[in-house]
């Protein structure tokens, strides 16, 4: 049986020197099927001494999507993600384990 995911439209759109958002063809769009829910993951996610609360959102966002990509491809013969599954997926491990500062 599959688990259950969620899908999300993810936005990165930069941000011009005088704090606008920029116009035209500038944002990147894209969608993601997600494990687990990005939105339970941020709220959980401890405070770390040195990580600033957009670093830490940016970490917990980026590392899931990373996590789920490898995952999906990790087991198929030949593909250049199952190749690095075995050192990409101990790393992320470790990011979730950053210390709290709590």
Same mark, same amino acid.
């Given at each position: 049986?599959?688990?259950?995911?969620? !899908?999300?439209?993810?936005?990165?759109t930069p941000i011009?020197?005088?704090?606008?958002?920029?116009?035209?063809?500038?944002?990147?769009?894209?969608?993601?099927?997600?494990?687990?829910?990005?939105?339970?993951?941020?709220?959980?996610?401890?405070?770390?001494?040195?990580?600033?609360?957009?670093?830490?959102?940016?970490?917990?966002?980026?590392?899931q999507l990373l996590?789920?990509?490898?995952? !999906?491809?990790?087991?198929?013969?030949?593909?250049?993600?199952?190749?690095?599954?075995?050192?990409?997926?101990?790393?992320?491990?470790?990011?979730?384990?950053?210390?709290?500062?709590?």
């Amino acid at each position: 049986m599959a688990s259950p995911s969620t !899908r999300y439209r993810i936005s990165v759109t930069p941000i011009e020197k005088d704090g606008l958002q920029c116009t035209g063809r500038c944002t990147i769009e894209l969608e993601h099927r997600a494990s687990r829910d990005l939105m339970r993951l941020l709220e959980a996610a401890p405070r770390t001494a040195g990580i600033s609360g957009d670093e830490r959102a940016t970490l917990v966002i980026a590392s899931q999507l990373l996590r789920d990509i490898v995952q !999906r491809h990790a087991a198929t013969d030949g593909h250049a993600l199952a190749a690095v599954a075995a050192q990409v997926l101990p790393a992320l491990d470790a990011l979730d384990q950053l210390p709290s500062s709590r």
